[in-house]
């Protein structure tokens, strides 16, 4: 009887004494969420003094469906560039952002073509992605209003962004959801001028990638009824922080080259 | 009856003065309107015209979603054969095929969004007359660089663009499977059209060339025709076997837009009838009034001698039909010549010329037309003679002692 009853003490004090610093934690996340920090975590999250990633990109459509894969290669926030791999008729296009420029290369024609900014919010290679998402000209951070909403899932918390009127983006607000555990967003839900959602991202599959948690898919669905059916899909198949690449890379006349 | 027509007309003669100045005022009148009519009429006309001419022909073929949301996918496919159907179709002038879409222009540093389209040009010119808005080289003809794919471009899009006459253009756009449509083109033709939206973001390939591009096999998004009369329109569709989903349209479902102003401002113009009519009317009771007043003891002595009331407003009404058919007779034969003058050689009305529907108008031309020429007259003149009842039921009831009185 005295063995059982230690037992049970035992086994209780460990319930307990696990129960209680957890359920501390979850209550500490609830109350200090540092909104600053995850709005600065949407910006940066992929990105890094420089990274180089290969992703798998499938767009689904009522019309097609296809899948392209290809390499971007980013230097802090400003600069990208993108090269696709495949499918074999679109290898070598290659799409590079320099501040808020950007260009296209045409390996078939061999030419560069601008991106005029009239034409940053439509789609990048048909997908559901627009030229803007590509290039990110906004920041989280600083082109935002943050609020915290309230009456949200357990387990999650979501922050309401609203544009400063200044700021270089179509929306008239986003709201971020974000998993509570890995402090990592889940959901992003865009609105447009008349507060109808419009479009929808969903991030999962955190990996962790030298000692970064990252969603390795986002899957992009545009909710307006001319784009009923669509959904694309970006998987980073692997990515790398802070590696060496080369200056040159991110020259217009190296993209003009079709390097 | 007849004695009733002969004495109206005998009676007008009675004092010619009188009835030459009603008459004329009558004539005046209708000839305002039917010019006026003819002016608006010939208008419409012009507009019609210009807006199915220049590039939309009278009718179309397309998917019956591509008007309201263009987009590749809701294409006509067996276009070859309707187009074949429409051809044999007696009446039907020309019939071509066209490929849309819109993407990204690119020379060297400069990028411009533009439309381009995909044309047969050896049909193109039979439907289109912006063909013939030529300005410089040729449209779709020979390229320089026997390898190169020929493109002609609006003026406006070429002066964005910074090109000229056989440089390159780049065009970026997406093709039917998703992937990206990029092609170079020599410039071999620049386009004035005049309308201004269409210069500065237009450009033709050829259709094939256009296919191609876009991964669209044979399928085309419109075909377009011209006909030789309107009249051919009517039951065109059922002519020919369209397949399902496809429709065919004619200029006013098209071109809502211009149908809908013209009938607004034919609508509009029913005001200029109401205030010839209303003029016509009571000048027409002003002449037969005094004109029975006159003869007040005339009727008195039909009456004493057992005319019926209803002969003696037979005869006052026949005069006043005689003064309308008259007038109005005249007013609109002259009308009608003063059109067919005109209608050839135009009328300068604008020191600016007048925009409607992305189109100049400078001149008019008026038009003889079956509203203008023949229902607004014959309203002018059963009004006239429906005005002429109250004179008439005036001399009926004279009471023939009191009239004889008179004098």
């Known amino acids: 009887m005295k063995r059982r009853q230690l037992l049970y003490g035992v086994l209780m004090s460990v319930v307990v004494g696990m129960c209680v610093p957890m359920g501390a934690l979850a209550q500490d996340d609830a109350k200090e969420i ?75 024609v061999k030419k560069v073509i601008r991106v005029p900014p009239s034409m940053m919010t439509s789609s990048w290679m048909g997908s559901d992605m627009t030229n803007d998402d590509l290039v990110q000209n906004s920041s989280w951070e600083d082109d935002y209003d943050v609020s915290q909403l309230k009456d949200v899932p357990t387990g999650e918390f979501c922050l309401q962004f609203t544009p400063h009127e200044d700021a270089p983006v179509t929306w008239s607000k986003v709201v971020a959801c974000f998993d509570a555990k890995y402090q990592l967003p889940k959901t992003q839900s865009f609105y447009d001028e008349k507060g109808t959602k419009v479009r929808e991202i969903k991030m999962d599959k955190y990996k962790k990638v030298d000692d970064r948690l990252i969603p390795s898919r986002i899957t992009i669905t545009p909710l307006s009824k001319d784009k009923k059916g669509n959904k694309t899909t970006m998987i980073y198949e692997s990515i790398a922080f802070d590696v060496d690449i080369d200056e040159a890379e991110f020259s217009l006349a190296n993209l003009r080259r079709g390097k | 009856m007849w004695i009733a027509i002969l004495m109206g007309l005998r009676n007008i003669r009675r004092r010619l003065s009188r009835t030459l100045l009603t008459v004329s005022m009558l004539a005046f009148g209708t000839l305002m309107l039917v010019f006026v009519i003819g002016l608006n009429e010939g208008t419409y006309k012009d507009m019609i015209r210009m807006s199915t001419t220049t590039w939309n022909g009278q009718f179309q073929v397309l998917n019956q979603d591509y008007n309201d949301s263009p987009s590749l996918y809701e294409s006509v496919e067996n276009s070859d054969k309707i187009m074949e159907q429409l051809r044999a179709v007696s009446g039907v002038k020309a019939v071509t095929a066209r490929v849309e879409t819109a993407g990204l222009f690119s020379v060297d540093n400069r990028t411009a969004g533009g439309q381009l389209t995909g044309v047969i040009p050896e049909h193109e010119k039979e439907v289109a007359s912006l063909v013939g808005t030529i300005s410089e080289g040729s449209f779709l003809g020979k390229t320089k660089d026997p390898e190169a794919l020929p493109i002609v471009l609006g003026d406006g899009l ?133 004109s029975v007043y006159e003869r007040t003891r005339e009727f008195g002595v039909m009456k004493a001698l057992g005319t019926p009331g209803w002969q003696i407003i037979l005869v006052v009404i026949c005069e006043g039909a005689w003064l309308a058919i008259l007038g109005v007779g005249l007013g609109t034969l002259l009308g009608t010549l003063l059109i067919l003058s005109l209608q050839d050689v135009g009328l300068q009305m604008l020191d600016q010329p007048v925009e409607f529907a992305g189109m100049q108008i400078l001149k008019i031309y008026p038009a003889n037309t079956m509203l203008g020429n023949v229902t607004y007259p014959v309203i002018i003149a059963v009004s006239s003679v429906l005005g002429s009842i109250w004179p008439a039921w005036r001399a009926s009831r004279l009471d023939p002692i009191t009239a004889l009185r008179e004098f």
């Open chain 1, 34 to 108: 540092d909104i600053k920090a995850l709005s600065r975590k949407l910006d940066t999250m992929f990105r890094s003094k420089t990274t180089r990633a290969k992703m798998r990109m499938e767009i689904v459509t009522p019309n097609y469906e296809r899948t392209l894969t290809m390499e971007m290669l980013t230097r802090g926030q400003d600069d990208a560039l993108i090269r696709i791999q495949s499918p074999r008729k679109e290898k070598g296009i290659s799409t590079l952002k320099k501040g808020n420029e950007m260009w296209n290369y045409l390996p078939k």
């Open chain 2, 158 to 290: 070429a002066k964005r663009l910074k090109v000229k006459l056989h440089g390159e253009v780049v065009f970026m756009g997406q093709g039917a499977d998703g992937s990206t449509a990029a092609e170079l083109y020599e410039v071999v033709g620049l386009i004035d059209s005049g309308i201004h939206e269409m210069d500065a973001s237009m450009a033709f390939i050829r259709l094939s060339d256009a296919q191609e591009l876009l991964v669209l096999g044979d399928k085309v998004h419109r075909i377009v025709g011209r006909v030789e009369s309107e009249r051919v329109l009517s039951g065109l569709d059922a002519k020919v076997d369209l397949p399902e989903g496809d429709v065919l349209q004619t200029w006013e479902q098209i071109m809502p837009e211009v149908s809908r102003g013209i009938e607004q401002d034919r609508e509009g113009s029913v005001v200029i009838l109401y205030i010839i009519l209303f003029m016509v009317v009571l000048g027409i009771v002003n002449t037969l009034m005094m």
